[in-house]
């Protein structure tokens, strides 16, 4: 492949220098970390619309990014010459994974027809450098929400012929997914919810939601794709109130409508905080459920109140994530760390790209040594199961096993004094656990 974008292969340069450059400090592929090498715990991939397709704009300004592909005039053209970077990007950051939406490769026609057309132009470049190079899509998706025909929703809308649109832009991305080998296949419905309840049939819209993903769930099925599908919650924005609100509703969702065997989730850091929550809140709620798909690394601003996608540079949160991770055993039984995170908008280089992704892997690097660590002295197992040890003997095994009632502990309650209680009770000395969390992020990097 040609040297397209003007950075050499990034290698690994452990601590040789403090200044975070096109070097990895921490990020070695091959290095075997609780059992396995990082690069099989973290499965990153790179977000086609955020690194590629993305111009840096905000809602003031227009796009500042520099990309080498915008030489090529002609929106096809350049739609094809762009897989060629692509390319060399994930080769020259070491990724093995992409993912994207349909309407992040090619642009569209008048019809769907022609649309799918130029867009299977592109697919053929991709799989031709797929073949090249073992790189492989982690996950697909279908743009049901930039179009102004899905103003009002797609599966969600309440016109049933932007429905009708919607599942047939569909379909056509299941068969991507299918040509391409992807392991996942994702649905983020950024306009699947309402703006306002006086003009909205909330069943109704729920309803044909799940008729959509039922209908997915039957095509994958009829033409043998066994993607792991997922479901990507995010509380609002675009849309004031977004159905797949948080983890909790989502899994919610899908038991109302029986999809929940067909489906995972793929949870976002900076959807999490937009919903209330922290990463670390989403992905236990997911597992408890048995739920955990993926993860679109990135992370949000305390300050700004929208969606910044920031490449993750907080160790504390990398380092819950993969805490989580790892005591789970995997991020999910398809799943990886899909960037969908794009630089500032003072970064406008194509080189800021590389350095974004470099920062993003180390971090997350960072956070799983840090995890293995803390997993490997039983910090937080020992902690939390001392804490919750008064269920393991007595009455408190009689609560978990369902012998004991409302009467028998009544019995057990009613002349138990005060004191007595709060004897049962313990300084869980929390300041200390996030001092100590702190140590192992200073003492494991330190030493790494
Ligand atoms: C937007 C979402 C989107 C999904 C894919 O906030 O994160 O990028 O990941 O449609
Ligand atoms: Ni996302
Ligand atoms: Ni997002």
Not at 44 to 73: I, K
Not at 132 to 157: C, D, H, K, M, Q
Not at 408 to 426: C, G, K, R, Y
């Amino acid at each position: 492949m040609s040297d397209l974008w003007n950075v050499d292969a990034i290698p690994f340069v452990g601590k040789a220098s403090k200044v975070q450059g096109l070097g990895f400090r921490y990020y070695e592929p091959e290095r075997i970390v609780a059992g396995k090498p990082m690069k099989d715990w973290l499965r990153f991939a790179v977000a086609y619309w955020h690194t590629f397709d993305q111009r840096l704009v905000d809602p003031f300004g227009d796009g500042t990014a520099q990309r080498p592909y915008d030489r090529f005039t002609d929106p096809m053209d350049q739609a094809l010459a762009k897989v060629d970077y692509t390319f060399e990007f994930y080769r020259k950051l070491n990724v093995k994974y992409f993912c994207f939406h349909d309407r992040d490769l090619a642009p569209e026609g008048d019809t769907l027809r022609e649309t799918n057309a130029k867009l299977d132009r592109v697919v053929d470049r991709i799989a031709e450098l797929q073949a090249e190079t073992g790189i492989t899509p982690l996950w697909n998706t279908s743009s049901l929400f930039t179009n102004p025909r899905f103003v009002s929703g797609a599966g969600t809308s309440p016109y049933a012929k932007v429905f009708t649109y919607s599942a047939g832009q569909l379909k056509h991305s299941l068969e991507i997914a299918k040509r391409l080998g992807s392991e996942n296949y994702v649905f983020w419905g950024g306009r699947e919810g309402y703006e306002n309840l006086w003009n909205t049939d909330l069943r109704r819209e729920q309803e044909h939601m799940a008729r959509l993903l039922q209908m997915s769930v039957d095509y994958a099925k009829e033409i043998g794709l066994d993607a792991q599908f997922l479901i990507e919650p995010k509380p609002k924005e675009p849309t004031t109130h977004q159905y797949d609100f948080d983890a909790a509703t989502t899994i919610a969702f899908l038991k109302t409508h029986g999809l929940d065997d067909h489906f995972k989730l793929n949870l976002e850091g900076n959807h999490a905080n937009l919903a209330g929550h922290t990463y670390q809140h989403e992905i236990r709620v997911a597992r408890v459920a048995g739920m955990l798909g993926s993860l679109d690394a990135n992370q949000g601003d305390k300050l700004i109140g929208w969606d910044m996608d920031e490449f993750p540079s907080d160790l504390y949160e990398t380092t819950a994530v993969m805490w989580e991770v790892l005591d789970e055993g995997q991020i999910g039984p398809h799943g990886g760390l899909n960037f969908d995170s794009k630089p500032r908008r003072t970064s406008f280089t194509a080189e800021d790209l590389f350095r974004g992704h470099v920062v993003g892997m180390d971090t997350y690097a960072a956070g799983l040594l840090v995890a293995a660590q803390m997993h490997e002295d039983r910090f937080i197992e020992d902690l939390v199961g001392e804490r919750y040890s008064s269920f393991d003997e007595g009455v408190g095994v009689s609560i978990e096993n369902g012998d004991a009632n409302l009467s028998t502990l009544e019995e057990l309650a009613l002349d138990v004094p005060q004191s007595e209680l709060l004897a049962a009770t313990h300084s869980d000395h929390l300041e200390s656990v996030k001092g100590t969390i702190n140590n192992y992020i200073v003492d494991t990097l330190g030493q790494a």
